[in-house]
C-alpha cells in the first residue's frame, strides 16, 4: 500500500470557514415552521452539493429516504414543505432531481442562530 502524503494545506478562505460546522448550524435554527426531519433532509442536500460549479445533491426522493430511513412519499412531503418554504430549489429530469439550498436558507445559516 502506498502512503499519500497528507494535505496540510490550512490556507482557508471565508468561504471554507463559513461551510464548516454547518451540521450543527442546520441542527440549531430555532423555528417552529421547520421539523427535524426537514433538518436531516436538508443536511443531506448541503452535503451532497457542490455549489462552486453549480450543482446540486442528485439524490433522488428513493436514495435520500434510503439513506435517511425514511420512505419516499415522507421525503416528497419534505421536499414540497421545503419548497413551499423557500429554502431549496429542485429539478427533475425523468428519474434524477438535482436539489440546492436558496439564498434564504444560507442567511440561516450565517455564524448568529437566527428564528424563522
Known amino acids: 500500500m502506498v502512503r499519500q502524503p497528507m494535505n496540510t494545506n490550512t490556507n482557508y478562505t471565508v ?3 463559513n461551510i464548516m460546522n454547518i451540521d450543527e448550524r442546520i441542527l440549531a435554527i430555532k423555528s417552529n415552521r421547520i421539523t427535524d ?9 448541503v452535503e451532497r452539493s457542490v455549489p462552486i460549479i453549480g ?3 442528485d439524490y433522488s426522493a428513493g436514495e435520500i429516504a434510503s439513506a ?3 420512505t419516499r ?6 421536499l414540497d414543505d421545503l419548497l ?3 429554502f431549496i430549489v429542485t429539478n427533475v429530469f425523468e428519474k434524477s432531481r438535482s436539489t440546492m439550498i436558496t439564498p434564504r436558507f444560507k442567511k440561516l ?3 448568529e442562530v437566527k428564528t424563522i
Not at 37 to 45: A, G, T
Not at 73 to 78: A, C, H, T, W, Y
Open 15 to 17: 468561504k471554507d470557514i
Open 37 to 45: 426531519r426537514q433538518k436531516l433532509v436538508l443536511i443531506l442536500i
Open 55 to 57: 450543482m446540486g445533491c
Open 68 to 70: 435517511l430511513g425514511l
Open 73 to 78: 412519499k415522507e421525503v416528497l412531503d419534505i
Open 84 to 86: 413551499e418554504l423557500d
Open 109 to 111: 445559516l450565517e455564524p
